[in-house]
């Protein structure tokens, strides 16, 4: 589970924030969230999807 937050955070990171500062923009936590809630869906996705293969 770690990894799987390491790795949300990176891209997520890289996508959304240009110029880090002392706090994110409302615009850069939206962001924030909106990629990592994509990038959970997307994972679900592939897993239930190889679920139904085996």
Known sequence: IQAIVGK????C?????????KEL???E???I???SERFLDT???????IQVLF
Request: proline share 3%.
């Open 13 to 21: 990171w890289d996508k959304c924030v240009s110029k880090p500062g």
């Open 29 to 31: 936590k939206n962001c």
């Open 43 to 49: 994972s679900m996705f592939v897993v239930n999807r």
């Open 8 to 11: 949300i955070t990176d891209i």
């Open 25 to 27: 923009t409302d615009a």
């Open 33 to 35: 969230a909106n990629c």
